[in-house]
């Protein structure tokens, strides 16, 4: 059974850090690649970035250079990195494995961790 589970949401005030992690299951990261996708409430959801089997990764806009996602194979663990957080980063942060590459769509996706950025 495919399984991703986030966690390592919180608050923090704009300029903080964070650390998400999403353990899967079912499936192997050296031959499946996943995206990290935020959602907020009354928007559709955006793409923050995504690894691929390879560990190479890729950054929307609003996120290169703050954002970093990295994965540990052996652990079977994705990780968000999240630097100088501003409000508009707040949403609930989902990491979903793509069914047939990163062109594709998502598959399974998992349910979500609460990042919350206020002073």
């Known amino acids: 059974e495919v399984q991703l589970v986030e966690s390592g949401g919180g608050m923090v005030q704009p300029g903080g850090s964070l650390r998400l992690s999403c353990v899967v299951s079912g499936f192997s990261l050296t031959n499946m690649d996943v995206n990290w996708v935020r959602q907020v409430p009354g928007k559709g959801p955006e793409w923050v970035g995504s690894?691929?089997?390879?560990?190479?990764?890729y950054y929307g806009d609003s996120t290169k250079g703050r954002f970093t996602i990295s994965k540990d194979n052996s652990k079977n663990t994705l990780y968000l990195e999240m630097n100088n957080l501003m409000p508009e980063d707040t949403g609930k942060y989902y990491c979903?494995?793509?069914?047939?590459?990163?062109?594709?769509?998502?598959?399974?996706w998992g349910q979500g961790t609460q990042v919350t950025v206020s002073s």
């Open positions: 979903a494995k793509m069914e047939d590459g990163l062109s594709g769509s998502a598959d399974y």
């Open positions: 690894i691929n089997s390879a560990g190479i990764t």
